[in-house]
């Protein structure tokens, strides 16, 4: 690790003395806040050369003739720049430019930095969320929130309005990772499914990796949400405030050091949002779980400070506090959890160097209880630390990033097997990764080979990880583009497949004791080395620009899931000297799994300046194979149906109506078969078991997930309305989800044959106020 950091900053230092010419980067921010102003175009005027700047608001232009350009950056929201810059061989110049808000209206033919980015990267299974498109989704509950974009997006599956966890084609939500400014969120959404920890208002952008992403990105074998905050207003103080039926939360921003001519400042930024519908549902929703309402309440806090220098470089630290609770959850069980962690990150841009320096720290600690009635207690918790430093630099078109990160967390895990044997496990594991990645951008293709080392210090096990990106620009229209890749973690989800509703969710380093030997699906005998999971993703598919406003993206993807670690749903034995000759599998608490999962996702698109439509269908199949059998994941949805749309309207475009409809064809699960009355040994060795019942009724399962459910559809509509009055603002929103009360089956109690339906109508109104 030593001689890796040695010989980055020896680059850092040296890498003006390989690349002549001249270069000119900076940072480009609203004037108006001090924000970044992220993914805009900036290019030198009258010729090919340009870029787009990056989450932090970074451009770089390197390798120009030395001579005189103007610098040019036009954008729909931003008024026109101009700017006369002189280059020289072998020298950086830095011009940090700040944009006004265009007071004009523009036409639809502008600088499109999304198109931009189509053509200079990869961007294979990649969505990238800003606020606005939160918006277009209709809000549930009055409440707009970055999990309803989530679920609309190819390649996405929820299990459920309630309780649901989110699944990307075929991995289950402990291989997502998601990040938050850097730091590693181990539980981003609320047990109620339709509402993340996130707030809208907090959020810069989101990038959504769903395959084949590049070697940046590690530990996780199924998919990536990067999530990027902003900064709060360095020029005044403003804020928001709003409530509806489902909760409420306040947001205040300012400055702590107010922004100069040049740049700089220190803001600070606060969100608090609380939701009160275990108390508000009752009276609201009467008709809802026979007045009872709905048992789900959560507090997310978040601060944030942000330091800022007149060279662009900045520093952010940050800290949260995220509460989730379930009382009574349908005379079952209650469930708590509790999520703590700060953090902070930099961005450092060295003046005679064109390398831009970035890291993050984090520390983060997450505990969950459920209670279920006749049931003892379970538990989880996890502990965890990331550090990582990453270095980028941009060579004309091609762009080069390295970096390092060591993440450590520990484990503990407190719960009872089906023979009430009692399962205490704690684990201690640090990973130390590395990573390069090179993007070569030409005329006609961009290649990104990338590589990242995974050593698991817990194992003794070295990982390496090649992966591969390429796109074929075949005209201005059409682009082919594919992406492969290796992926290996070592965390596991302490839930079992067999729970018709999933609401406890800890979490547990990959054990060690598993079986020895794991049987393929040929029946061959293949030795377990070590518990890692692993997979390797395969995606291609092509863009294809249908008009200047309608783009079609297909893609086809095949995941080999070589080795997932489960809950033993086999066991009937304790794993103990006594049983030693008995099969692994019917004795061991966790076991190896292997599986694949395939499909093909379709999105059109077609976007205005008011409107926007986006019709999105998947097709997948996910298997997974235990050692005995095939069977189908509760999450394997064959058939999903996307259509979201949002209309601006009215003389000031002020109104925005929205509609999102969702088809989803029925998800596995196992049936029950029938009903049995065990024998009874309460009264210990003296019971005679042949006249004595248990209190406790046994079900007779059928075959593993062989049952389907009927299939899901749901519309959802929302009205908004925006009046600005000078530096305040009122938002009024008004929708309906589920307009046409479709009744979802959520699940069948097994022993009392009682159907329970996911959420009917619910109608709501909201209101924000912003200042």
Partial sequence: MKHLLAAAFLFVLNVSLFFGQGSVRGFIKDADTGEPVIFITVGLEGTDIGTSTDADGYFSLTKVPAGTYTLLIKNIEYEEVKEAVVLENGKVLTKNLFLKKSVIELGPVEISAEKSDQKNNVNISVQSIRPQDIKKVPAFGGQADIVQVLTTLPGFISTGDQGGQIFVRGGSPVQNKVLLDGMIVYNPFHSIGLFSVFDNDIISNADVFTSGFGAQFGGRISSVMDITTRDGNKKEISGKIGASPFGGKVLVEG??????????????????????????????????????????????????????????SKFNIFGFSFDDAVTNYFALADLNWKNRGAGGNFVVSPSSSPVLISGNFAWSDYKTVLKEAHVQDRSSGIRSFNFGLEFKYVNKRDVINYGVEVVGFSTEFNTFNPLGVKIELEQNTTELDGFFLYKINRDRFVLEPGLRMQYYSSFSVFSPEPRL????????????????GIYSQNLMATNSDRDVVNLFYGFLASPEELQSNFTTPNHETRTINNPLQKAIHYVAGFEFDITELINMNVEGYYRDFRQVTNTNRN??????????????????????????????????????????????????????????RYYDPVFDRRHNVNFVASQKF??????????????????????????????????????DYTISNSPVMGIQYAALNEGRLPYYHRLDVNLRKTIKREKISVEFNAGITNLYNRANVFYIDRVTAKRVDQLPALPAIGIEIGF
């Fill in 571 to 628: 066991k009937i034995f304790p794993d103990n000297a006594d049983n030693q000759f008995r099969p692994e599998l019917l004795r061991k608490d966790f076991i190896i799994e292997s599986g694949r999962a395939m499909g093909v996702d379709i999105v059109l698109k077609y976007e205005s300046k008011n409107t926007s439509i986006n019709m999105v269908y998947s097709i997948a199949n996910v298997d997974r194979w235990d050692g005995l």
């Fill in 255 to 312: 400055p702590l050091k107010k922004m100069k001519a040049n740049g700089g400042g220190i803001s600070f930024i606060l969100s608090a949002k609380n939701s009160y519908l275990d108390k508000s549902s009752p009276k609201v929703y009467p008709w809802v779980n026979d007045g009872n309402g709905l048992p789900f309440n959560y507090t997310d806090l978040y601060s944030k400070i942000s330091f800022g220098g007149s060279s662009g």
């Fill in 469 to 484: 990106g390429f796109k074929y620009k075949a005209n201005r229209r059409f682009r082919l583009k594919a992406a492969t």
């Fill in 650 to 687: 009215g003389k000031k475009r002020d109104w925005d109506i929205s509609a999102r409809w969702n088809l989803g064809s029925g998800l596995p699960f196992t049936q029950t078969q029938g009903y049995y009355q065990p024998p009874g040994v309460e009264g210990g060795i003296s019971t």
